[in-house]
């Protein structure tokens, strides 16, 4: 039995009980508009050679791109709370996916590197609206089971960052940038349509005509939390890595392992595949083992293989290298179920909205801090510290109280 014959049977047998009542469109769509969102969204660090070409910049202005495009996206994190509290989560994911399809398509056209970094910011907000609404509207659709819609989500989307930069590794070198870029909008547009058709309309939280600072201090209160400290530290660090990580994964490659585009490309791809299963199997085990020990064993198998990379070679090690970093992104289902559940129902949306705000932001610095470290001659060193950083997220991880515990 082939590696990808078992993962869709893991898929299959994860997301049986996600099926019926018409759930199961609205899981599907959900999950393709992520596909589609985080694939461009990581598309973006294969075609910067070509885009560094197109408008004369180094590591450190790219990396900065990289970095608006996050931390954009973190900035719209807390308004797309509050204005899923105000209007609804489903306005605020189709908003998102109609954003999405108008900034790609600009940003394929961009004449000047100010116009493109602009756009790039598009990009940011549309993500940026979709990031915490897709998460509470699964609580909602699935009160029951959300971190295994939330686990498949993530999953899917990982498999779209992982299927695009391939796609986009075999056709930037025939059609350039541009071209492979603007492919994905007619896929957003037609997500967008299906979600529209789909998606149902939840609850909005019951609005109470409290004053500006009431809800202020309810939503610090909320995240006033050692369970949602902690969650939220953790994560920021794992972020930071990941987006430090992605950011540079293929240029390093190329540059510091001499392996061919293509190649990087498809091994920056396996990072997605491995992450994948991670993310499936990862909600899973939640269930079964709790949300500590499964914290701490994903961060804690994902430190070895960053601090080995710089001392590999060849292009076999390198790759299960690559397969073993991306066990990391098996704690994004599990710290997104855990922080919102640790959040009190009346504040949940603007609280993790906010909470998202944060920690997109300071993460955002991470492609800026592996790319000024790799114009100074210290990529290797980089890869080096981002694993450190893993290290102390395990640290962290390992001090998460449970959800059931008293504050």
């Known amino acids: 039995m082939t590696i990808a014959v078992r993962l869709k049977e893991r898929i299959e047998h994860a997301i049986a009980p996600l099926r019926g009542d018409g759930r199961g469109w609205a899981l599907v769509a959900i999950a393709v508009g992520w596909l589609l969102i985080l694939g461009t969204r ?15 910049i180094d590591n450190a202005t790219a990396g900065f791109t990289i970095t608006v495009i996050w931390a954009v996206y973190g900035l719209s994190q807390f308004p797309a709370g509050l204005l899923s509290n105000r209007i609804g989560d489903r306005k605020v994911l189709l908003a998102s ?13 961009a004449p000047l590197f100010g116009v493109f970094l ?10 940026g609206l979709y990031g915490p609404t897709r998460g509470t509207l699964l609580s909602s659709i699935y009160p029951d089971n959300d971190s295994a819609a939330i ?5 899917v989307g990982s498999l779209g960052a992982a299927a695009l930069p391939i796609l986009a590794g075999a056709a930037v070198s025939r059609l350039g940038w541009r071209a492979t870029i603007a492919g994905a909008v007619p896929l957003l547009f037609a997500t967008t349509v299906l979600a ?21 201090r309810g939503l610090l209160s909320a995240i006033n939390r050692r369970r949602v400290v902690l969650g939220v530290g953790g994560k920021t660090i794992r972020v ?16 510091v392992k001499g392996i061919d585009e293509v190649t990087a490309s498809v091994l920056f791809a396996t990072l997605f595949v491995s992450g994948a299963a991670a993310q499936v199997g990862g909600g899973r085990a939640v269930t079964r083992f709790g949300n500590r020990l499964v914290l701490v064993a994903l961060a804690a198998v994902s430190v070895l293989p960053l601090l080995a990379l ?4 060849g292009l076999v090690p390198i790759t299960v290298v690559i397969v073993l970093a991306g066990v990391q992104l098996g704690i994004a289902p599990v710290t997104n179920t855990y922080i919102i559940n640790a959040l009190p129902p009346a504040e949940r949306n603007g609280a993790w909205g906010l909470l998202r705000t944060g920690y997109f932001l300071i993460a955002s610095t991470g492609s800026v801090f592996v790319g000024v470290l790799a114009d100074e001659g210290y990529f290797d060193g980089a890869v080096l510290i981002l694993g450190g950083l893993l ?17």
């Open 118 to 127: 602009v756009t790039a910011a598009l990009v940011g907000v549309g993500n």
């Open 391 to 407: 290290a102390v997220v395990a640290i962290i991880f390992a001090f998460l109280p449970g959800l059931s515990s008293e504050e």
């Open 151 to 155: 686990g498949f989500t993530l999953a």
């Open 42 to 56: 990581i598309t973006i660090p294969v075609l910067l050679p070509g885009i560094k070409a197109t408008f004369d």
């Open 240 to 255: 930071f890595v990941f987006q430090g990580l992605t950011a540079f994964l293929p240029t390093y490659l190329i540059t």
């Open 310 to 313: 710089p001392f590999v070679s």
């Open 196 to 216: 529209w058709r789909v998606v149902p309309t939840t609850a909005i939280p019951d609005a109470t005509e409290a004053s500006t600072r009431r809800r202020l």
């Open 97 to 109: 996916l109609a954003v999405m399809t108008l900034s790609i398509a600009a940003l394929a056209a």
